[in-house]
């Protein structure tokens, strides 16, 4: 540890503000503390104290905390500057930091990173961190924060309990594999793997975590004129797509992430689908597009004609307050966007059914690469179910463990490392 750089950087937010956090980590942190404070206050309590530069200039008057090594964030000795949040004092006192031997600027993510390297956190909680500093909802933050407090990392160390202890019952078989009254494996060992596997497969057929970051997609789609983008406005509470009665007035995909009741939601409006060659090449594109994001969709809005949209389409009887309105016999709902009439119960339907396909609150969720290897896991469990072969069976069991340590982080790439981490701010 000695021979890593000390770090800083700013770790709250883009200055002004009314404090400024700065952050040292490393085997110089202590120095630099006694350095601008000139005293090393007491371990895990906020001090005051004056900030001087190297020529005795006051930089700032800021609380000091010393938190030292492995007992830290990053598990590494770590100092910490809360200032005053204006620029020129954060300027200052980083510029002071920066003139000390031994320290540098960290980069994106080196902080966590760190952290990780250190033991004070595995890859899954990382992950979460990170899913938690890019949350834009309350169902991402809750996701996130599961992840990052360590649920999945609870769960997944349970299991890989559970898989070495098969793995003992398979070495105490090869152990007594040459005398004559060899051992067998007991008649319960495959139904325990068939469970575990079991378990793995309901975690695998959850929803994925990206599905928080691109939320449920709802595709409103019909003929021209039926009240698309009137209704896309009302759903976003915005004026985002014009409107017109002239036929043809959207004539490309719009989208729009919003969030309803905390859950994300990306509504899309499509160009009007409508029989027969369209005279205006670029509405042919439009409407190519518009029915290339049905098939994109987690719900389809149907404003065209009864029974003409796709399957399993939302038949919406739009436009109710005109006087040419036609209802429709199976409409889930008849509303007019322009009065708002019906416009509340479709975001409540909305929400209810969102809310199913997507992860639950507060439930930890998988994201790719958790479940890239967690498939890894479970394959190699089935692989174990089907052998007798003992000796086969301890190598699938062994393939099922690294799995386990590949997703929380014990073996893994410095590539992926460098991806993961690099997402991050600087400071964190």
């Not at 090393?40 to 090594?69: C, H, I, N």
């Not at 599961?146 to 559970?162: I, P, T, Y």
């Not at 039926?226 to 985002?240: Q, W």
């Not at 394959?379 to 463990?401: F, H, T």
Request: charged share 25%; hydrophobic share 45%.
């Amino acid at each position: 540890m000695s021979a890593l750089p000390t770090i800083f950087a700013l770790s709250s937010g883009a200055p002004p503000a009314g404090v400024g956090l700065i952050r040292v980590s490393g085997p110089g942190a202590g120095a630099a503390l006694q350095a601008l404070a000139g005293r090393m206050p007491e371990p895990r309590r906020a001090s005051l104290a004056k900030l001087r530069d190297a020529q005795g200039a006051l930089l700032d008057a800021a609380l000091v905390l010393w938190f030292p090594g492995p007992n830290s964030a990053t598990g590494e000795d770590l100092a910490e500057f809360h200032c005053h949040g204006g620029r020129a004092v954060i300027a200052a006192v980083e510029r002071a930091l920066a003139a000390l031997p031994g320290l540098r600027r960290a980069e994106p993510g080196e902080f966590t990173r760190r952290a990780f390297a250190n033991g004070r956190i595995d890859l899954a909680e990382a992950e979460g961190l990170g899913d938690l500093l890019a949350a834009e909802t309350e169902l991402q933050r809750a996701a996130a924060l599961a992840n990052a407090g360590g649920a999945l990392s609870r769960q997944v160390e349970a299991w890989r309990e559970k898989v070495l202890a098969l793995s003992a019952e398979v070495e105490g078989v090869l152990d007594f594999s040459d005398e004559e009254d060899a051992a067998d494996l007991p008649e319960c060992f495959t139904w325990n793997i068939a469970a575990l596997a079991g378990e793995l497969r309901e975690w695998l057929a959850r929803p994925r975590s990206e599905r928080l970051g691109e939320g449920f997609r709802v595709v409103l789609a019909g003929p021209p004129n039926a009240g698309k983008s009137t209704l896309f406005n009302a759903l976003v509470e915005s004026e985002a797509a014009i409107t017109s009665p002239i036929a043809g007035t959207t004539r490309d995909v719009i989208e729009r992430a919003v969030a309803i009741g905390g859950v994300p939601f990306t509504f899309v409006d499509t160009a009007g689908l409508r029989e027969g060659e369209s005279g205006d090449a670029v509405e042919a594109i439009g409407i190519d597009r518009a029915k290339g994001e049905l098939s994109r969709a987690d719900l389809v809005l149907w404003l065209g004609p009864e029974g003409a949209g796709p399957q399993d389409a939302w038949e919406i009887a739009a436009q109710a307050d005109r006087a040419d309105f036609a209802p429709k016999t199976t409409a889930h709902f008849t509303l007019s966007a322009a009065t708002g009439k019906g416009v509340g119960a479709l975001k409540a339907a909305l929400l209810d059914v969102a809310r199913d396909a997507l992860p639950r609150p507060g439930e930890a969720a998988l994201n790719a690469r958790q479940h890239a290897r967690l498939s890894e896991a479970t394959e190699a469990l089935e692989g174990a179910k089907a052998l007798s072969d003992p000796l086969l069976v301890a190598e699938e069991l062994r393939r099922a463990r690294l799995a386990f340590d590949r997703l929380i982080g014990r073996a893994t790439t410095e590539d992926m490392l460098d991806t993961l981490f690099g997402r991050f701010c600087i400071g964190k």
